[in-house]
């Protein structure tokens, strides 16, 4: 699932332990001993206390739509549908209207000039600006994004949990 958090694998997995040491004793199973040094590694870390780290997936998590299982608010999917289509819009062209002290003769041009200038300086460091904040943005929408497939899948759950309980209520009641 995309933006999930995703653990590094376990010891227990299967990992090609030819790749890893190379033991020419058939006697002896090179993959027995890859997972005995990973369970002993474990072990030894859960002992000192080390963290249990998880990574996340890097990708960011999309709009999955309006589910057609579930009720949903359709207030929630109008403004998440509207917050993913417009997270990245951001108007920065320079605009620069004519004014009066523009048409004077001989300092016309040499204003228009500063304050072209000064405009693009401006727009310089609000583009730097926009661009952290349309990164923001799109980490934020992909939380919200998460967050709403997760509270989605979880009524899942529930309304799955409810109707096996109304069932086990009606089974023990006929």
């Known amino acids: 699932m995309t933006g999930q958090t995703t653990s590094p694998p376990?010891?227990?997995d299967a990992l090609p332990a030819d790749t890893l040491i190379e033991i020419d004793d058939p006697a002896i199973d090179p993959a027995a001993v890859m997972t005995e040094i990973r369970r002993r590694i474990a072990q030894r870390r859960r002992e000192l206390g080390y963290e249990n780290r998880s990574f996340p997936s890097?990708?960011?998590a999309i709009?999955?739509?309006e589910p057609n299982d579930i009720a949903f608010d359709k207030d929630l999917h109008y403004f998440l549908r509207l917050a993913?289509?417009?997270f990245a819009e951001a108007e920065t062209e320079p605009v620069l209207a004519d004014s009066p002290a523009t048409r004077v003769p001989?300092?016309?041009r040499l204003w228009g000039m500063v304050r072209g200038g000064a405009h693009n300086l401006v727009i310089f460091?609000?583009?730097r600006a926009i661009t952290h904040q349309t990164s923001v943005n799109s980490y934020l929408v992909s939380a919200v994004n998460r967050l709403t497939a997760v509270v989605e899948e979880q009524q899942r759950t529930i309304n799955r949990l409810q109707s096996e309980l109304e069932a086990e209520r009606q089974r023990r009641s006929s």
């Open 106 to 108: 001989v300092l016309g």
């Open 84 to 86: 993913n289509a417009t």
């Open 63 to 65: 709009y999955q739509g």
């Open 10 to 12: 376990s010891f227990d």
């Open 58 to 60: 890097y990708g960011a």
């Open 125 to 127: 460091y609000v583009n």
